[in-house]
């Protein structure tokens, strides 16, 4: 009997400490993959970013908007979904002690069905039959393989999340009255997100479905942008989310200091995942069918969504100076001085925070409804969600690879890859500067974003956008470069690097901390309070489009 | 859980600037009437040439330096495609589509409106300045996307 109790007390330790081998390879599979789909989503922006300078014409059997459809379905949602996915999961097994047997083979059909899905969007783009950019709005139509290609994607992201919330319930049930470890805590907000803010694309498909096999004649256009966009702003939400889990959690140990504080973490995961939703309208500001007052107060609804990541300011750089001055910083701002700057997995978070001052900015800017007329379809907003992210939301994804991989494959990140890794967030940096900064700028002056080359006929006023559309090529340039870094490291701590053990660095609270309130754990009430806000944002102005449309659209294909 | 003070006093600080950005939104929409396109007029997009607005697209006076332009997108051009007004006229647009999805965005001013099928978008500008002004498409509406443009001549 004690012998028993014994081995089953070494297990648990076993699987505390060293890494559960099984869960690391389903997680490492989902990583090579999105760093593999990095790679080809990043030489598709090369190809984009030269084309619109006007440097490179591209082959009328991969046009400009086959390259720039497939860069935005593998960017913004392959990448970041498999990389969501295999973070969460491995943070899961990590601090759950182990994913449930089932719960992993939840994870490995999620991954199959998101790998069926992508294979026949990305057949339909390349060949031609899907040219609708990742917006997909009607009446523009694919091919009927491509919605369902988002169906089996979908279906994936919805098993994932259910697989996270089986894990998350039955250590619940074996730890009662206990709180849900932090990071699995932003695991549940994450994939709840996931769940209900896909509920409303998911309708807009299979809306698409029957209209692109022929089986109805019209579709209602401004209902799908509408429910489109109820998911499309989400998922943004989701992968900052993501970021900014590691920024709590993560970041606090790597720099030697402790959590800034578990209850306050535990309020800006429940506030963002209540207020999400309804942002989406902010897409839709210059749009008819919608009218004024509805685009007012969705003006709120999209600025509260602020105040959480204005929490999340402070606690930073709270947590920064806390650490600083507990290694002897003096002054007001000596601490400074004291955070590791050579360790890239620190430094790539710390600029992706950085960029997120701007990147915040400028997206409140963005959701105040006249100062969007003057940048909506600009150039600016690719520019913005350039630094939202690719700087703030995949450079951090980019600092958790560099201890998640070695930690995963049971090797170690050595002083020159992590040197590397340093090179790789600088080039990174000074490519989004250049390449984002340019963007806004022309985007100020008028440029439109996705529009190949054109001079509009040698207009005067297109032709003085040259200048700034050079140097959109130039941090294409510079980030390509940093991305085959990135696909190198990656690679090579997947493999290569020596054996050894990489820790998974999570925050311990501070010897003084208050405790967390009992109420943070009620999950039931944040999902009831979710649903509440999305039906005040979204009922009503749906029931006028719905009831008050237009006869519908039937289709075109216009490429 | 308490707050820090300091904290405290950073997101009252902050949530301040985002209410006051919202007065200013606000104000600016419903009281100076400055409020993005938002029309609700709709149409049947089959049937665009019968619709007693859209049958004879065109510019047309309608008051002492006023000018309603009546104008169609459709993959990749606009109708009418020469636009001429004099300098100083307040211009009101009335636009359709008659396909996809395209995007009525005049350089240089801050016109910029969507226009879908079925609806008919509306957005006004005065014209001070005389000059060339750029007219495009800033919805991606299909392979020629990049060519769908015109010009507003002010003189």
Not at chain 1, 13 to 24: F, K, M, Q
Not at chain 1, 247 to 260: M, N, R
Request: with cysteine; charged share 10%; hydrophobic share 50%.
């Amino acid at each position: 009997m004690e012998l028993t109790e014994k081995r089953n007390l070494s297990k648990k330790i076993n699987r505390v400490a060293g890494v559960h081998l099984d869960d690391a390879r389903l997680n490492l599979t989902y990583l090579a993959v999105a760093f593999i789909v990095l790679l080809i989503g990043g030489f598709l922006g090369l190809f984009q970013g030269l084309n619109r300078a006007g440097l490179m014409e591209l082959p009328s059997w991969f046009d400009y908007y086959q390259t720039l459809t497939a860069h935005g379905v593998l960017l913004i949602l392959v990448f970041t979904t498999l990389f969501t996915v295999g973070y969460f999961y491995a943070s899961l097994s990590h601090t759950l002690g182990g994913l449930l047997p089932k719960v992993r083979k939840m994870g490995w059909i999620a991954f199959g069905m998101m790998i069926v899905g992508v294979a026949f969007v990305a057949t339909t783009i390349v060949m031609g039959d899907a040219s609708v950019l990742y917006t997909f709005y009607p009446p523009m139509q694919a091919s009927p393989w491509f919605y369902i290609g988002l169906v089996f994607v979908v279906l994936g992201i919805w098993i994932a999340a259910f697989g996270a919330f089986i894990n998350v319930a039955n250590w619940r049930k074996n730890h009662r009255g206990k709180h849900i470890p932090l990071l699995a805590f932003f695991a549940t907000g994450v994939f709840v997100l996931l769940f209900f803010g896909s509920l409303g694309v998911t309708v807009e498909v299979l809306m698409l479905i029957p209209w692109a096999f022929g089986w109805t004649e019209t579709v209602n256009v401004m209902l799908s942008r509408t429910l489109f966009w109820s998911f499309g702003h989400t998922l943004v939400n989701i992968w900052y989310l993501t970021a900014v889990s590691a920024w709590y959690v993560v970041v606090p140990k790597v720099i030697g200091g402790k959590l800034f504080s578990d209850g306050l973490t535990r309020l800006v995961v429940i506030l963002l995942v209540i207020l999400n939703i309804p942002g989406g309208f902010h897409h839709q500001i210059i749009d008819p069918g919608i009218t004024e007052t509805w685009k007012f107060i969705h003006v709120f609804m999209s600025l509260s969504i602020a105040f959480p990541s204005l929490m999340t300011a402070f606690a930073m750089f709270a947590v920064f100076e806390r650490t600083g001055r507990k290694k002897g910083a003096k002054g007001l701002l000596g601490w400074f001085k004291k955070l590791p700057w050579g360790d890239v997995r620190f430094l790539a978070p710390f600029i992706a925070m950085v960029a997120f001052i701007f990147g915040g900015a400028g997206g409140i800017a963005q959701t105040n409804n006249q100062l969007n007329q003057v940048v909506h379809n600009t150039l600016w907003v690719t520019g913005h969600f350039h630094i939202t992210v690719g700087v703030t939301v995949v450079l951090t994804f980019f600092g958790i690879a560099y201890w998640l991989i070695p930690h995963l494959s049971k090797r170690e990140l050595t002083p020159q890859m992590n040197r590397l890794g340093i090179y790789q967030t600088i080039i990174w940096t000074v490519g989004m500067i250049f390449m984002s900064g340019s963007m806004h700028w022309v985007g100020l002056l008028g440029s439109p974003r996705r529009t190949s080359f054109s001079t509009y006929g040698d207009n005067a006023t297109a032709l003085s956008w040259d200048p700034y559309l050079f140097l959109l090529a130039i941090g294409g340039t510079l980030l390509i470069i940093a991305v085959i870094l990135m696909f190198y490291i990656a690679f090579n701590l997947m493999f290569f690097a020596p054996k050894g053990e990489t820790e998974f660095p999570i925050g311990e609270e501070e010897e003084n901390a208050m405790s967390t309130p009992k109420w943070t754990e009620r999950w039931g009430l944040w999902i009831v309070m979710l649903l509440a806000i999305v039906a005040m944002g979204y009922v009503v102005p749906l029931m006028e489009i719905i009831v008050n449309a237009p006869p519908g659209s039937p289709p075109f294909r216009t490429w | 859980m308490k707050m820090h003070r300091a904290e405290e006093i950073w997101l009252i600080v902050g949530v301040a600037i985002l209410v006051l950005s919202m007065v200013f939104t606000g104000y600016q929409a419903f009281a100076q009437g400055m409020a993005p396109p938002s029309n609700t007029e709709t149409l049947d997009p089959q049937k665009v040439d019968e619709h007693p607005l859209f049958s004879e697209p065109g510019v047309f006076e309608i008051g002492e330096n006023e000018y309603e332009v009546v104008l169609t997108l459709q993959a990749f051009s606009f109708t009418p495609n020469e636009i001429e007004i004099p300098a100083g006229s307040e211009v009101h647009f009335t636009l359709t589509s008659r396909d996809v999805v395209h995007g009525f965005q005049v350089a240089g001013t801050n016109i910029n409106a969507m226009v879908t099928p079925g609806y008919i978008q509306r957005i006004s500008q005065k014209f001070d300045e005389p000059g060339e002004y750029l007219v495009l498409c800033n919805e991606y509406c299909g392979a020629g996307h990049q060519l769908m443009a015109t010009t507003i001549t002010v003189k």
